[in-house]
């Protein structure tokens, strides 16, 4: 079964140091990868995805994920945090469904704490 | 507004009533969806519509019943509330298919049912 797991469930870091957000995946074929923010209070919006490619992809805000077919992984990362970048982030693999129409699986998030 | 909303913002309800979710898109995008969030579940599918008239099961359906007469409305009806439906609930719109276009949020809905 398709299933994506996010293995830590709060990270803490100081300002300006850099962040990696862990995500696995469990998929048989090609997956298409997502990585969304929630804010506090606040839907949810596309940070980045991956379809093919190039295996680094950029997206907004200054992060970027790097999807590593040997590990099944699609980790985020960010060189330096701001305070602003404090929210829950979830990663989420396009998965084919019996009927042949894609959902999205996502993984259960991981809050980032920032500290000053 | 042009975006996705949803209302009302919070609702609190008894075991046993019926209770409606609104939400209303304005880009005309073809699919809607309604997930639920709850700690350490991440989101779920509960339905998802491809087109008006046309809606689908996600991943945990039941106790809830959903519509799409129009395009850009999609509200959910929990039939007779249960606590396990406390929950907060989030609607979103997508062009065409998930896998080619973002998925847009509204709010959310936190429900609270005593």
């Known amino acids: 079964a398709q299933s994506v797991t996010q293995p830590d469930i709060h990270i803490t870091v100081s300002e300006g140091a850099s962040l990696e957000l862990r995500c696995n995946y469990s998929y048989g074929a090609t997956p298409y990868l997502f990585w969304y923010v929630q804010s506090p209070g606040q839907g949810l919006q596309l940070l980045l995805k991956y379809f093919s490619g190039d295996t680094l992809v950029q997206g907004i805000k200054g992060f970027e994920a790097e999807f590593k077919r040997s590990q099944s992984s699609f980790n985020l990362r960010k060189p330096s945090v701001h305070w602003s970048d404090a929210a829950e982030y979830f990663c989420?693999?396009?998965?084919?469904?019996?009927?042949?129409?894609?959902?999205?699986?996502w993984g259960a998030g991981t809050k980032l704490i920032i500290k000053p | 507004d042009a975006g996705i909303t949803q209302s009302p913002r919070y609702k609190i309800t008894e075991t046993g009533r019926q209770v409606t979710l609104m939400c209303h898109q304005t880009w005309s995008h073809s699919y809607m969806f309604w997930y639920r969030q709850d700690l350490g579940h991440g989101l779920r599918l509960i339905y998802y519509?491809?087109?008006?008239?046309?809606?689908d099961k996600g991943e945990v359906p039941d106790g809830y019943v959903v519509s799409r007469s129009k395009t850009e409305n999609f509200p959910l009806t929990l039939e007779s509330a249960t606590r396990s439906q406390t929950s907060v609930y989030f609607c979103?719109?997508?062009?065409?298919?998930?896998?080619?276009?973002?998925?847009?949020f509204g709010p959310g809905t936190r429900l609270t049912v005593t």
């Open positions: 979103a719109s997508s062009e065409t298919s998930v896998v080619e276009n973002e998925q847009y």
């Open positions: 989420a693999v396009g998965a084919l469904t019996e009927d042949s129409n894609y959902q999205l699986i």
């Open positions: 519509s491809a087109a008006a008239d046309i809606t």
